[in-house]
Each structure stands twice: as structure tokens, then as C-alpha cells.
């Protein structure tokens, strides 16, 4: 019986315990695939064995839409990864300031369009995005701290902010 087991050939285990013990050879740790392989190995074994959080993507989602459709006060806040997310705008940052009463802040007039469900600011049909002037959209930029240079505005170059921001006032 082990004759005719012999000259059928290895088992599907046999085989690769065979294939397994050829790779594990003499300086086969210098070869940089099998290195790589164990370090990867090693790396989901870790991914495996450690926990992770269960995100609610939905929370995520509409925490953003509050937060920079609702909230996020363009002409005095900006992001920051140093200090921590939304801080004040430093004051030589507030130089573009709208010309439609302040830019961001909410005078009397913002606050009842608040009130009656309306977005506050100038809605993007007068935005140059949908066809109009512009003039909407000036002053509404969204500064952004460079982590690598504190104190620097990189988000100069955003423009349809309001556009931008109707669209996630309206998506919440």
C-alpha cells in the first residue's frame, strides 16, 4: 500500500510542506520578497490582533455638513492641524472681507434668514459658478494654517466658497 501511495505523488499537505521547507533554505533571509513577505505577514497579524473603533460615516458626514455648511464662520475662523481643528482667524487674514456686510458674520438681517431656515449668506445663483458676477462669493475664502509654516494662510487660492457652502447648507 505505501508502494502504490509512493508513486501517486505527495498529498495536497505533503506538497506544500515540501514547497514551504525549499523556500526556508540557506539565505533565503537575504532575498528581499521572503523578507518582505514575513514583515507583511507580520503586519496583518498586528492589523488582526489589534481593535479598531467603529465609525458612524454617517455622524461623520453630517457633523461636516454642520460644521462648514452651518456653522463655520468664514471671515473669522480657519483650520488648523497645529492648534487643533477651527480657531480664530489671525487678524492679517481678514483682509478679504466681503463686501456684503462683513463676510461671514451675522448681522440682524443673518440671523432672521437663520430664523426662517434660509442660508445667511448670498445664495450661489449670484455666484459667478451659477452664472452671475462674483459678488457673492467675494470675501468668502476658507483659510487653512500651513502645518509646515505656522502662521501662513494656504487657503488664499479658494474661490466659490459660498457656492460651496450653499450646497451643504441645503445637503443637511
Not at 437663520?114 to 452664472?131: D, I, L, N
Request: proline fraction near 6%; glycine fraction near 18%.
Amino acid at each position: 500500500e505505501e508502494q502504490s501511495r509512493a508513486a501517486q505523488g505527495p498529498t495536497g499537505s505533503e506538497a506544500a510542506a515540501a514547497g514551504a521547507a525549499d523556500c526556508a533554505g540557506p539565505g533565503s533571509d537575504d532575498d528581499p520578497f521572503v523578507s518582505a513577505g514575513k514583515e507583511l505577514s507580520t503586519y496583518m497579524l498586528a492589523l488582526l490582533q489589534t481593535p479598531h473603533r467603529d465609525y458612524d460615516l454617517g455622524l461623520l458626514l453630517t457633523s461636516f455638513l454642520q460644521r462648514f455648511g452651518h456653522e463655520f464662520n468664514y471671515a473669522h475662523e480657519a483650520v488648523s492641524i497645529s492648534g487643533g481643528g477651527i480657531v480664530e482667524k489671525p487678524s492679517g487674514w481678514r483682509t478679504h472681507a466681503s463686501i456684503r456686510g462683513g463676510g461671514g458674520g451675522f448681522g440682524a438681517e443673518r440671523k432672521k434668514k437663520r430664523a426662517r431656515g434660509q442660508a445667511p449668506w448670498p445664495g450661489p445663483h449670484g455666484s459667478a459658478m451659477f452664472g452671475g458676477d462674483g459678488a457673492d462669493d467675494i470675501g468668502m475664502r476658507i483659510s487653512v494654517e500651513d502645518p509646515q509654516q505656522p502662521g501662513r494662510d494656504i487657503g488664499g487660492g479658494s474661490f466659490r466658497v459660498g457656492a460651496v457652502r450653499q450646497v451643504l447648507w441645503e445637503a443637511l
